[in-house]
């Protein structure tokens, strides 16, 4: 079973930067892609940022130029750099493991809060 480790989080001022990381049990390569998702209360879960076997990377419009999500492979890590952190990027991170189509992985999140 693969396993996803989120962290990173906390709370950090507005106009701060935090790195969250995703350490996965297996071979990130052999994954078609990963994905940080965000969920904030009451709101629906949103698809941050995605990197794709060979390296092509897309963001949400939300966090376009300032979010940036990069890996490991030697580690088997994936990152999320968010930077000009603001209240409204307040939420909890989940990394994703798309194995295939019908076969995703989840961590089980770490929290951002942006606040003074």
């Known amino acids: 079973q693969v396993q996803l480790v989120e962290s990173g989080g906390g709370l950090v001022q507005p106009g701060g930067s935090l790195k969250l990381s995703c350490a996965v049990s297996g071979t990130i390569s052999s994954f078609n892609g990963m994905r940080w998702y965000r969920q904030a209360p009451g709101k629906e879960r949103e698809l941050v940022a995605r990197?794709?076997?060979?390296?092509?990377?897309n963001y949400g419009d939300s966090v376009k130029g300032r979010f940036t999500i990069s890996r490991d492979t030697g580690k088997n890590t994936v990152f999320l750099q968010m930077n000009s952190l603001t209240p409204e990027d307040t939420a909890g991170y989940y990394c994703?493991?798309?194995?295939?189509?019908?076969?995703?992985?989840w961590g089980t999140g770490t929290l951002v809060t942006v606040s003074s």
């Open positions: 990197i794709s076997r060979g390296g092509f990377r």
């Open positions: 994703n493991a798309e194995l295939n189509p019908a076969v995703n992985y």
